[in-house]
């Protein structure tokens, strides 16, 4: 048995958890206790769901104070970012809940027999049933929001499915201590055992992609991974959705207009978002286009003067932060570019904000890939254009994102070209606004277009969330005492039914 | 050039149409032309976009009677029946009309700015946009309702995406004749060329599947080119979604209770539903469950009795004919399998009603493994059972499949059940209902589990279908003259748009 190491990134030692690598015949036994019960949980009420969702929530707040020291030593995340992480994990779990009693999500619609111009129609009614077990992996870089307690899992279990958990080996003492807390909180709400699973090591990642009993993979992670695992999700004898949140260079674009109104709040503002949580966020924006010119250079000066100020920052992991210097040598060697800000100062875990600039000239050749792609953590490339048209062939080259973000000037005659184009190439655009800093709410789409993504009309934030772990039936000519309730005529679930083609009321 | 070939399957008559297969060129060119109108096409109002749909199915049905002449002639199909199928192609394009301008498709949701336990949350706008250019495969069963002007195109016409459409080799001048109407309706809508392409001939099918404009594809054919063409779909650099609509062997069930209630009624209706359409329906029902003893016996004497009635019938093909025969000598073959009517008539494209008895324990063998796949045409397997164990079993065994059809007597203790199973295992559960004749309605599900469908959770029929074709996006901190007119506070498209979590009024 080989034990699950933590490490501690800021004074990279490591300590041996009480916890081994879960073997493949311990992943097999967890996916088929999980299966065992699927349906048994599946059939629950909205309203218990519902309140296993909050009962989670007030275990996880049980726990703060240990959750946020645990999490601290294994991320060096700092404290107040991980109070904040995990009061949005449990306000994430109790939106849930508040979606799964809403209802809609059911997509409940009734037909009742009638006659058709195609001739006559039977009693139909259709509506979404969770497609059983469901497997997550949880990220590096939220060790609350999306890690054992995230986003995936909530949503699968709002879902109405049970779900087994791949702990990140950047925080699996975090992700054993978070598990705990919501395993009490289904207990406490009565759950079969079975509903939450947990494993550890490599190796059991690979397996719960390819066991039988798993319907579905919720996954965070590298483009990398998240492709091999998809690719394996589809070679499986049945294949399985693969729902891989991957990452992206996220571009935002500065119009000569905005840089001309307010080029030192903007500079200052992409500092800020480029180097939050150290930079490791999947909408990090890494790609900065800005104007040649006057207005320009204060931008890239006033950016240049903020990162300057900044410290050397501790990473999540060794690893991460050797990826990231490599991500950066790569750009620092590409012709034509030129590093503002930045050195070979990382070591460890330790890293510096890396700042380079290139001409949108150079950035669209094909030597320039290396500055076209992600690099995860604090860095990004300064792309300075001349005209409408560079700008065009540099976000032509750039790969779909997940955000793509416009900063402009009151009437900008960029503004409505620049957002048609952002719609086009990303899941979401954000105007003025950073792209950092993910809200939960139902309005939210954090998915965006492949290679971003890997199942692009779906999403990892927000209520449609939900929407990965469930499938339509109809019930064609079902007498009403045999229908789910969620079908009944009298609606006892009081849930959004759309009836003969119609929302009442 | 190769000649595209028309045949009649009744007389086994070729005659050679003024249409070439085409080339990879061509099929690169109309792919370009797609995407080069789609962004301008995917603008249209939701108004206009109706409205094409409704002059399409006018254009349709102005061409009705030469139509059917020519689908006759390609297909063998009886004149009712392609009447009919046309009567509900056209009801198919009004339907998405409708679909189109309600609105609810576009699942516009608005958060207003706030504060939430989380901390501040941006104004969030999200909605579905089209993916761009569709790929669809004409199946070739339906020569209007699934094929050139079938439920595929007018969904993703419907959708905002153009559409480049691979024509069936069993119908090839029925192909040209409906998208000559469909085109006819595009250009008196004003559509810009281009939203409409078709393509012949099997190579033109793989290269619509690579082309890099292709954002999507839409298929209703057999479980091995499906699948081919799944996994070509998602080896491109780009993957794209596959909607395919494979076949499944469709088990129905009759409970003893049924059987002593109206044995006879049931196995008339059995023969019925089987035999409908030559057999040739992706929903016909291929396994059916008959309890052993004295009203099972009725049951089967009654099945075979209205299968002895029928003449020869014509398949839709040569190929599809030597296909069915093959099937039905597999299942012959296997041991312990009796055949009840049937027998080697076939010639050409000639089949006659196949009917085999098997017992659930043989059933269940390794060995009895062509029993429990589909076989396209008028052909089923009786599986005699002594008890509900063996019903499981049997069930048990059968891959998921695109329809379940229970038939039980009132009050009957074995209903809740085998809902419930034929829930777990496929998109529709009819009840006391023919799994064959669906209709186009808002509360339809055609896609059961892998590997009746490539993608579960979405539907080929109905007014779902819509959602393959659409992707959401965000929309954040955006000014409200610069927003889409769907996420506007005025709401001046008067679609359901969901306000800070709820519908109003």
């Known amino acids: 048995m080989t034990r699950v190491v933590s490490l501690n990134p800021a004074t990279n030692t490591e300590r041996a958890l009480e916890i081994d690598e879960t073997s493949p015949q311990d992943v097999a036994v967890l996916c088929a206790r ?38 601290m030593e294994e991320t060096s995340l700092p404290r107040a970012r991980l109070e904040g992480e995990l009061r949005r994990t449990a ?7 508040d979606v799964v009693v809403e209802g809609s999500f059911l997509q409940a619609s009734i037909d009742h027999a009638t006659n058709s111009p195609m ?60 598990f705990d807390a919501l395993e009490r909180g289904a207990k406490i709400a009565g759950a079969p055992e079975g509903v939450l699973g947990l494993v550890f090591g490599f190796d059991s990642g690979v397996a719960l992609v390819d066991d039988p009993s798993i319907r579905a993979v919720g996954f965070t992670g590298s483009g990398p991974v998240g492709k091999a695992l998809w690719a394996r999700a589809n070679a499986r004898p049945t294949p399985i959705p693969f729902f891989g949140e991957l990452g992206a260079a996220n571009p935002l674009v500065v119009t000569a207009a905005a840089a001309a109104e307010r080029a030192e709040t903007i ?19 890494g790609i900065v286009l800005v104007p ?41 060697e590409s012709a034509g570019t030129r590093r503002l800000v930045g050195g070979d100062a990382e070591v460890g875990s330790q890293a510096r904000a890396q700042l380079f600039e290139v001409s949108a000239i150079t950035f669209v050749e094909p030597s320039s890939r290396p500055l076209r792609e992600e690099c995860f953590g604090p860095l990004a490339v300064v792309v300075r254009y001349d005209d409408n048209e560079q700008i065009r062939q540099a976000l032509d080259i750039i790969d779909p994102s997940l955000t793509f973000s416009v900063f402009a000037a009151a009437d900008d005659p960029d503004a409505t070209w620049l957002i048609a184009l952002g719609a086009s190439k990303a899941g979401r655009v954000t105007f003025n606004e950073y792209p950092t800093g993910v809200g939960v709410s ?14 692009p009309a779906t999403t990892s934030v927000g209520a449609s969330g ?25 609606n006892p679930l009081g849930i959004p039914q759309r009836i003969d083609g119609n929302y009442p009321g």
């Open 267 to 285: 500079g200052a503002g992409v500092a800020g978002s480029m180097t939050l949580g150290v930079g490791q966020f999947c909408t990090k924006p």
């Open 34 to 71: 999980a299966s065992s019960i699927a349906a048994q949980y599946g059939a629950w009420p909205l309203s218990r769901r519902a309140e296993m969702l909050r009962t989670m929530a007030a275990e996880l707040e049980a726990d703060a104070a240990s959750l946020v020291e645990v999490a």
């Open 466 to 490: 939900i929407e990965r772990w469930l499938r339509p039936i109809t019930f064609q000519g079902i007498p009403m005492d045999l229908l789910p309730e969620a079908l009944k005529d009298d």
């Open 119 to 178: 001739g006559p129609l039977a009693d139909l009614r259709r509506m979404k049933t969770p497609l059983g077990p469901v497997a997550v992996f949880g990220s590096s870089n939220f060790p609350f929001a999306f890690s054992v307690p995230g986003g995936d899992t909530v949503s699968a279990l709002a879902a109405g499915c049970p779900v087994v958990i791949k702990a990140h080996p950047a925080h699996p003492a975090t992700s054993q201590a978070t």
């Open 292 to 332: 040649n010119g006057e207005h320009g250079d204060a931008l890239v000066e006033a950016l240049v003067g903020a990162l300057r100020e900044l410290h050397e920052m501790t990473m999540l992991a060794p690893g991460i932060a050797r990826h990231f210097r490599d991500g950066a040598t790569s750009i620092a």
């Open 91 to 97: 306000y994430q779990l109790r939106f849930f809940a």
């Open 442 to 455: 139902w309005s939210m789409q954090h998915g965006g277009p492949w290679p971003s993504t890997t199942s």
